[in-house]
């Protein structure tokens, strides 16, 4: 069975600094992993995903993810936080027909 | 290319209603999959749909129900409305057959359901 685990529901950084998400996955078989993004009000949107052809993943606005198969991670990082950067990120694997998706972290950039 | 859409965008109804939400893939996505996203439990999956099949079913009760069309548009319906279906309704598509792994599931805007 596949899940990821999200840790961390809320996540405060100052502009400019590093932003750090976290996700942890379980999964029987290589698993294809994703960072999605929703801003308020809105779907959610496809920051990058991995898919076995590259450990570390580069997405758009600058994020960038590494699989780590020995740590079961593939943690969301930006070198350098924007306030526009403030939404709720997702973290998801795909499980055959289905994804299975992360409870959210909450991102709060502060001037 | 245009991205999936969804409609209406809002929607309020009281309880003991029924709705039907609609959602347009994206042109050649033949798999379509619908969320409920609320405050305390996050995004849900409710089903996924390919073909005009519903390929996978998540925990939810009959009330639920959906269907895909020829086009792959597809609807989804929630029959005796309760306050506790108040949420963001998510329809997301993707290309192909998910079953290999590969496969990127892009979402609409959603559907804000709120009931009365």
């Known amino acids: 069975a596949q899940s990821v685990t999200q840790l961390g529901s809320h996540v405060s950084v100052s502009e400019g600094a590093l932003v750090l998400l976290r996700c942890n996955y379980s999964?029987?078989?290589?698993?294809?992993l994703f960072w999605y993004v929703q801003y308020p009000n809105q779907g959610l949107q496809l920051l990058l995903k991995?898919?076995?052809?590259?450990?570390l993943v580069k997405g758009i606005n600058g994020f960038e993810a590494e699989f780590k198969k020995s740590e079961t991670s593939f943690h969301l990082t930006k070198p350098s936080a924007h306030m526009s950067d403030a939404a709720e990120y997702f973290c998801?694997?795909?499980?055959?027909?289905?994804?299975?998706f992360g409870t959210g972290t909450s991102l709060t950039v502060i001037p | 290319k245009a991205g999936v859409t969804q409609t209406p965008r809002y929607l309020i109804k009281t309880r003991g209603q029924q709705v039907t939400l609609s959602c347009s893939p994206i042109?050649?996505?033949?798999?379509v999959s619908w969320y409920q996203q609320t405050p305390g439990q996050g995004l849900q999956f409710l089903f996924e749909?390919?073909?005009?099949?519903?390929?996978n079913k998540g925990n939810f009760p009959g009330r639920f129900s959906g269907r895909q069309f020829s086009n792959s548009r597809s609807e989804m319906n929630v029959s005796t409305l309760e306050l506790g279906d108040s949420a963001l309704y998510l329809c997301?598509?993707?290309?192909?057959?998910?079953?290999?792994?590969?496969?990127?599931?892009?979402f609409g805007p959603g559907t804000r359901l709120t009931v009365l």
């Open positions: 749909y390919f073909s005009e099949t519903q390929r």
């Open positions: 998801a694997v795909n499980g055959g027909n289905q994804f299975y």
């Open positions: 999964s029987s078989v290589p698993p294809y």
């Open positions: 042109s050649g996505h033949r798999s």
């Open positions: 991995y898919t076995s052809a590259a450990t």
């Open positions: 997301a598509s993707s290309l192909a057959d998910t079953s290999g792994g590969t496969d990127t599931q892009y």
